[in-house]
């Protein structure tokens, strides 16, 4: 059944989706969402993440925390950069930050983090895992502290999720 149907609940919810798009649930409506549901899940099957696995789930609910306290102060300080753009231009800066978090998971975690907390935007991912090149709006003279405060706060978290 598992080979017939790899996500039975993606092809449910395409099937409703087209259902919806339509405004109708007309014979030939239904039909067509009916195949669009079993047909996309079997050709997609092979981009499908592998399964996760939560290793620890109570860092989960620390690291969310975490991650909306800094996504408040990080909104602060930017705004607070840009208003005094003109008494200090904000120093931005390529960081390469080194990584020991090798789970897909994991990684597309912390790609939304990054994403999410103002300032910082990633850039690109070594084709072997283990630089992360950032942007960073505004950073001090040293990156160190900065690539130690990265690594604390969010991949040793995930690693302990995931890994």
């Known amino acids: 059944m ?3 149907f790899p996500a039975p609940w993606l092809s449910l919810a395409l099937w409703v989706l087209w259902l919806v798009l339509n405004l109708s649930i007309s014979p030939g409506n239904l039909l067509l969402g009916a195949v669009l549901g079993f047909v996309a899940p079997l050709m997609m099957r092979k981009l ?3 399964p996760i696995r939560i290793r620890r789930p109570g860092v989960i609910l620390r690291l969310f925390l975490v991650v909306g ?7 602060l300080a930017v705004a607070l950069s840009v208003l005094n753009a003109g008494r200090r231009p904000p120093r931005s800066r390529f960081v390469k930050v080194p990584l020991d978090l090798r789970d897909a998971n994991g990684l597309a975690t912390l790609s939304m983090i990054c994403t999410v907390v103002p300032g910082t935007v990633w850039s690109e991912l070594a084709l072997d895992r283990s630089i992360l090149l950032l942007h960073v709006f505004d950073l001090e003279d040293d990156e160190a502290p900065f690539i130690e405060h990265f ?8 690693m ?4």
């Open 160 to 163: 302990e999720i995931f890994e």
């Open 69 to 75: 306290r800094d996504v408040l102060a990080s909104n």
């Open 2 to 4: 598992k080979r017939l």
């Open 151 to 158: 690594k604390a706060t969010y991949e040793r978290p995930l």
């Open 48 to 50: 499908r993440p592998l």
